[in-house]
């Protein structure tokens, strides 16, 4: 039995873990929807959805047959007229001239050529809307953008953008890193595509298209990807202390707090005070910014 005027030992709050702290409950705009379909154009993915739907109809339509044979048999049964006989529904006819395009076989002298040099280190290859899409094993990367380069029936002389795109709800990666080379001489374009999960870092494309540099900081910097022989893999448009990857989805659109409070306009020190204390108070794990 425990004496009554002992002092009671206060309680000590769990601390969060990770490497973000914040409390939802004190700010819900923060808190995260993550997404359940990967949308990656792809033509395998394409079929297999199709296939997937012709499949669920079938189950419903069999399942339909059942339920009337089942009403069928209980009205015999009890010497009431047999119910109606189902009517498996016509696919209603689309008349819309505006559709979506959709993934479908590669045709173009390019990416069948792609296809015909890189062999099995090619994943998929596919045209939708004019635009043509090479997947290539993400080791293979370096050997493609070569061979777009500098292979005499290709000749794709410029990396006109890279980038990348976070999906999260994927099962054998994480990210596709995308490449978008046009060629000047042939006025043509063409997309090169890996597909890598957390952690694998991509050789760089700046040896070979030098306009990579930044495009592959920026990418490091809103996704988190890096690239391995990169001359300066550093972020390029935040802060290199800035906690965590804007544009992967677990990141709070609002941000994660850093943005609320500007120190510069705050000569006297008392804006930063009240800001630190506000941020306490929400929980925001919040450096300062230092002068260097």
Not at 47 to 58: I, M, P, R, S, T
Request: hydrophobic share 35%.
């Amino acid at each position: 039995m425990s004496e009554p005027n002992a002092p009671q030992v206060p309680e000590v709050p769990e601390a969060p873990a990770g490497p973000y702290i914040y409390d939802y409950k004190a700010a819900p705009n923060r808190q995260i929807a993550m997404p359940k379909t990967v949308p990656l154009p792809s033509r395998q993915t394409y079929l297999a959805e199709q296939k997937a739907a012709a499949e669920a109809d079938e189950a419903k339509w069999q399942k339909t047959l059942a339920d009337y044979e089942t009403a069928k048999a209980k009205a015999e049964a009890e010497g009431k007229d047999a119910p109606k006989a189902p009517v498996r529904p016509v696919p209603r006819k689309d008349d819309n001239d505006l559709k979506t395009p959709s993934p479908e076989d590669a045709k173009d002298a390019d990416l069948l050529k792609l296809q015909a040099l890189l062999g099995d280190k090619v994943e998929e290859v596919f045209e939708q809307a004019g635009e043509l899409v090479c997947q290539v094993k993400k080791e293979a990367i370096l050997e493609a953008l070569a061979l777009c380069r500098d292979e005499a029936a290709l000749k794709y002389e410029m990396l006109a953008d890279q980038t990348g795109t976070h999906y999260p709800a994927a099962k054998d990666f994480a990210f596709s890193v995308v490449y978008h080379l046009t060629s000047i001489s042939r006025r043509k374009r063409l997309r090169l595509r890996i597909l890598v999960p957390e952690g694998f870092v991509p050789e760089s494309a700046c040896p070979l298209y030098p306009s990579a540099n930044w495009m592959e900081r920026e990418i490091y910097d809103m996704l988190g990807i890096r690239f391995a022989n990169h001359p300066d893999m550093t972020r390029i448009l935040c802060p290199e202390d800035w906690e965590g990857y804007a544009l992967r989805k677990d990141y709070p659109t609002v941000g994660w707090g850093q943005r609320d409070i500007s120190f510069r306009e705050d000569r006297g020190g008392m804006l930063e005070r009240i800001a630190l204390q506000k941020a306490g108070q929400l929980g925001i794990n919040l450096k300062q910014p230092k002068a260097d």
